[in-house]
């Protein structure tokens, strides 16, 4: 089993421009989420979905979008990028409920 | 006051030293807690979840102090592939309720 995988490692942006963040777990978890993380800051949820078909905003989600596309994938939109956003972004899912959480290996953005 | 907080650390501790790390919350409705390590550049990866009744897995044990609202992390004869951070998660209720510590950096050093 691969876990739960993201793509790109890394990226690099100008300001404005949009892109997709893409997640998929193989472990048949219901639940999947999107965190950011910032030095000195804790790990933040930007969005999650509690099972496929439904997304809910989570702390910080003004200036993303997401898709849970099926029940293993669930991608995260920049549709315009600020520097605001230059960020590691974590992908993870759970089997159900807010139990613990299996994190991808991140993508490191930066936003110039 | 913030709803989880950790001391930033480092903790620059021997080899085979024990070491003990505290988070503490606000929100005394808090139902779950856990601790998670992160290594440097890595993803959280889950390290034990935090029962009332305290738990114990090998070289670490965590405990729950509901009443003074903290969790506490040990562990017992350090090794240098315990240097990581160690990340507090406490869950007051629902999916956005779940809230990271900012992690305790810990350093073993030979």
């Known amino acids: 089993n691969a876990g739960v995988t993201q793509t790109p490692k890394f990226q690099v942006l100008k300001t404005g421009q949009s892109m997709t963040l893409q997640c998929a777990q193989d472990m048949n978890h219901n639940s999947m989420y999107w965190y950011r993380q910032d030095p000195g800051m804790g790990l933040r949820l930007i969005y999650y979905?509690?099972?496929?078909?439904?997304?809910d905003k989570g702390e910080v989600p003004n200036g993303y979008n997401v898709s849970r596309l099926n029940k293993r994938e669930f991608s995260l939109r920049l549709e315009s990028a600020a520097p605001s956003q230059t960020s590691v972004y974590f992908c993870?899912?759970?089997?159900?409920?807010?139990?613990?959480?299996?994190f991808g290996p991140g993508t490191r953005l930066t936003v110039t | 006051r913030k709803e989880v907080e950790q001391d930033p650390g480092p903790f620059n501790v021997p080899e085979g030293a024990t070491v003990a790390f505290n988070c503490t919350y606000s929100n005394s409705a808090s139902q779950s807690f856990f601790w998670y390590r992160q290594d440097c550049r890595k993803e959280p990866k889950l390290l034990m979840s935090?029962?009332?009744s305290g738990n114990e897995d090998g070289r670490f044990t965590a405990q729950l102090n509901r009443a003074s609202q903290y969790i506490s992390l040990l562990i017992r004869d350090s090794k240098l592939s315990d240097s990581a951070t160690y990340l507090c998660v406490v869950n007051s209720g629902g999916y956005q309720k779940v809230t990271f510590g900012i992690g305790t950096k810990l350093q073993v050093i030979p």
């Open positions: 935090v029962y009332s």
């Open positions: 993870a899912s759970s089997e159900q409920g807010v139990s613990e959480q299996y």
């Open positions: 979905s509690a099972s496929e078909g439904t997304t």
